[in-house]
């Protein structure tokens, strides 16, 4: 089998000169990066204790109350701390004095008479050791607050947790164990290692850049091996650039997966009451690594090589998510895996993901080959942004997306490559349908793609209406199965939702058809350029990662360009296939806020509320075959410049991306 292409007698200077101008751009935006982020984040202090919930109020501080603090340092160094005050808007001229102290120690290490005068209104008020504490790791020290002349109306107010969120601390009121904890930092040292993992991103980067020139101008690479390669590498990227839980609702399918490991090692996956146990190291994860910032990333990287030093399991305060399974057998086999080695919970994370992208790359590989037309599209839409980001969290939306794009491939190759039937290709595109009807229902539709075969590649009418009909039953039947109880509940139960207030239901638009269209139409009028823009990875973390709206243009040309045919290809959807087409795509994107209508949607709300243009990611290559025609052609192969501009693009995305990481 030839992986590559023959090789071109010769290559012009451009394309060298071209790669060269790409290298020095980039070193000079990362030199940009260097100096207005990286550099800068790299001086701040590392938050080693970060317990920042706190109640929406706070008491004056009066005379004579002292509170005290507790907590186990987890760094041999501290440098400092901080807790979370008020001035109530107004003017204090009241006295605190602060102490920091090791717990067993008879005198503090430092004190600070505070007057309140200078004090911010609802900020973190910081305190730095002259002498930073050395060997501190795994000691116990505290933060002694005592008001020495407060009054009701002349004193900050200081917060505490309405909870008690700190296991490892206590927080003591004139001697008594409260219930909560202070809203407090602990800071150690310098966060220096965030410029070794930007000299690893840049390494990894620049080879990215330079591995898809070569592969694409100097030894051309099939598209299908190519994808590999560039998968691979942009893999990477995201995985050093994100921590591990910092992709939308990743720390509930994390446990999820986590309840499949346990379920494969053979132990209880589950408490009395049904929520997820995990190993006590790992629990304190859901608490931390959620958002994408410096903080995250440098304690990702910090304890990578750490191995577990779990005393037992606990729970994890939420049951497995109601999703088929074999959504998470890749995750749960690569965090099983890392449990019976005994690693930390850093490897495991990347374990579980590991086998989850390879799915992934098994999934594009064939959907590439599979494309009777139009692989560049396949090629681009299975590597954006988005697509890399989930594709290298725990969501399921890997799985989905993997498994829809799959499926279209197969119907077009089914319906353009294929001369005649077998009862082997029924049997492929009954079982692709089936597995990915029940993992998101929106994406039933999808199967109906199969009505695009045209009946005479059936050997008799009775296989090809046989055939139509196991494919969309197999959808059904599996959809019922795994769905049913949700379906029913979503479109008519009346429940409290998440923004507010009681949701819409079925009934309530059955009354009023009108309001529901009204509904449609104001929600793209309010949110067409969010769906759009996120769809293509523009809203990177949990949507809180803006990338500029230059580079998302970039990639819808050349998704758009992927779509438009050289001169000599004959294959093409008639009319009434792309009606088809558009029919399902409609009902996608209606079936998806209408879903959310039901279960996110106060009735108070005029628009569809938590609808994410990635729910439309799985029909983003039916929605672009839409756009193909005979009138528009390409006089050349562009594949190569297309390739290597998405390349760079993604390369000055993951850049952007990284400054606004650390800069948090």
Not at 4 to 9: C, F, G, N
Not at 301 to 327: I, K, N, R, T
Request: with cysteine; net charge neutral.
């Amino acid at each position: 089998m030839k992986f590559m292409k023959k090789p071109e007698k010769g290559i012009s200077v451009w394309p060298i000169l071209l790669l060269l101008a790409v290298l020095g751009l980039l070193a000079i935006l990362a030199r940009f990066s260097y100096t207005d982020y990286v550099r800068p984040a790299s001086d701040k202090m590392l938050v080693e204790v970060n317990q920042t919930d706190h109640t929406d109020n706070a008491d004056p501080f009066t005379k004579e109350t002292v509170w005290r603090q507790t907590f186990i340092s987890d760094s041999d160094i501290l440098t400092g701390f901080d807790f979370y005050v008020t001035t109530f808007q107004r003017k204090n001229d009241s006295t605190i004095r602060v102490s920091f102290g090791e717990s067993n120690a008879k005198t503090p290490l430092q004190t600070w008479d505070i007057l309140s005068t200078g004090v911010p209104d609802r900020k973190f008020l910081d305190f730095y050791l002259t002498n930073p504490v050395t060997d501190a790791s795994g000691k116990e020290y505290y933060v002694e607050i005592t008001s020495l002349d407060g009054t009701t109306d002349n004193a900050i107010g200081i917060f505490t947790a309405g909870t008690d969120p700190y296991p490892d601390g206590a927080l003591y009121e004139n001697g008594r164990e409260s219930t909560t904890d202070l809203c407090f930092r602990i800071y150690g040292q310098p966060a220096k290692m965030v410029l070794k993992i930007f000299y690893l991103f840049l390494a990894l980067l620049f080879v990215t850049v330079i591995v898809s020139f070569f592969l694409l101008y100097l030894r051309p690479l099939k598209l299908e091996y190519l994808f590999l390669v560039m998968a691979v590498l942009l893999g990477g990227l995201y995985l050093i650039l994100f921590p591990p839980l910092s992709a939308p609702d990743d720390y509930r399918h994390f446990e999820t997966s986590y309840y499949y490991s346990s379920r494969m090692l053979g132990q209880q996956g589950v408490d009395d009451d049904g929520n997820v146990l995990v190993r006590e190291e790992d629990y304190r994860a859901f608490y931390e690594l959620r958002t994408a910032n410096e903080q995250n990333l440098i304690a990702t990287w910090d304890s990578l090589f750490s191995m577990d030093d779990s005393q037992g399991y606990v729970s994890a305060d939420h049951p497995p998510l109601e999703a088929p399974g074999y959504c998470y057998w890749l995750s749960g086999a690569g965090i099983a895996l890392a449990r019976l080695l005994g690693l930390g919970k850093v490897l495991m994370y990347f374990f579980g993901k590991a086998l989850v992208f390879l799915g992934y790359l098994a999934a594009g590989f064939f959907t590439i080959r599979l494309m009777p037309f139009a692989k560049n599209l396949a090629f681009l839409v299975y590597l954006l942004p988005i697509s890399i980001q989930q594709a290298t969290s725990f969501s399921y939306d890997t799985t989905v997306n993997a498994l829809a794009f799959l499926l279209t491939a197969y119907c077009l190759h089914l319906t353009f490559a294929v001369d005649k039937l077998t009862p082997r290709h029924w049997a492929g595109l009954i079982i692709l349908s089936a597995v990915l009807a029940p993992c998101k229902v929106i994406y039933v539709l999808i199967s109906l793609c199969c009505l695009l075969i045209p009946r005479r590649k059936a050997q008799k009418n009775w296989h090809y209406y046989t055939g139509v009909a196991g494919t969309l039953m197999a959808s059904v039947i599996s959809l019922l199965i795994f769905q049913a109880s949700k379906i029913s509940s979503v479109a008519s139960d009346s429940h409290e939702v998440a923004l507010g207030g009681t949701n819409y239901t079925l009934d309530y638009f059955l009354h009023a058809p009108l309001k529901l269209v009204g509904m449609y139409v104001r929600t793209f009028q309010e949110y067409g350029d969010f769906y759009f823009t996120s769809m293509l990875g523009g809203k990177l973390g949990r949507l809180d990662i803006d990338i500029p709206w230059m580079l998302i243009l970039i990639f819808a040309v050349l998704l758009l360009l992927a779509v438009i045919p050289q001169q000599k290809e004959a294959l093409f959807l008639s009319v009434p296939a792309k009606a088809w087409i558009a029919l399902i795509c409609a009902g996608v994107i209606a079936a998806s806020m209408l879903g959310l209508m039901f279960d996110w949607t106060p009735m108070t709300s005029m628009v569809i509320e938590g609808v994410q243009g990635r729910y439309f990611l799985p029909i983003l290559p039916l929605l672009l075959l839409l756009t193909r025609n005979q009138t528009l052609v390409l006089r050349k192969d562009i594949t190569r410049g297309a390739m290597f501009t998405f390349t760079v693009a993604h390369a000055l995305t993951a850049l952007w991306a990284f400054g606004i990481i650390v800069a948090r």
